[in-house]
């Protein structure tokens, strides 16, 4: 939940003639982390709680994507590239090692 909540407030910086490209591309995917995995533990078997756990797990690469392309474009410092980078890569790693552990 947090993460999607910083992707938001990062992208507010982009340029405003991103507003229908990459500032909505990496909010959705950013808020979609958190809303796959909320749909898949609600009543679901445990295989389409690891299916939705999937769809999560893409939805956090896209959001990797979207942050590679806005510092090629110059919209974030190194630091700030780093900062949710990082994050990104713990949060990956927690992701799949749970995913794995669903039987």
Request: with cysteine; net charge neutral.
């Given at each position: 939940?947090?993460?999607?909540?910083?992707?938001?407030?990062?992208?507010?910086?982009?340029?405003?003639?991103?507003?229908?490209?990459?500032?909505?591309?990496?909010?959705?995917a950013?808020?979609?982390?958190?809303?796959?995995?909320?749909?898949?533990?609600i009543?679901?078997?445990n295989?389409?709680f690891?299916?939705?756990?999937?769809?999560?797990?893409?939805?956090?690469?896209?959001?990797?994507t979207?942050?590679?392309?806005a510092?090629?474009?110059?919209y974030?410092?190194?630091?700030?590239?780093?900062?949710h980078?990082?994050?990104?890569?713990?949060?990956?790693?927690?992701?799949?090692?749970?995913?794995?552990?669903?039987?």
């Open positions: 939940m947090d993460y999607g909540e910083n992707i938001f407030e990062l992208s507010n910086h982009f340029p405003k003639d991103e507003t229908y490209n990459l500032t909505s591309q990496i909010r959705r950013g808020d979609s982390i958190a809303l796959n995995i909320s749909e898949g533990s009543g679901q078997s295989p389409e690891k299916r939705f756990m999937g769809m999560a797990i893409r939805s956090l690469a896209e959001v990797v979207c942050l590679h392309k510092r090629r474009r110059n974030l410092s190194v630091n700030e590239f780093e900062e980078y990082d994050f990104a890569y713990n949060l990956m790693n927690m992701m799949v090692s749970f995913k794995s552990k669903i039987k």
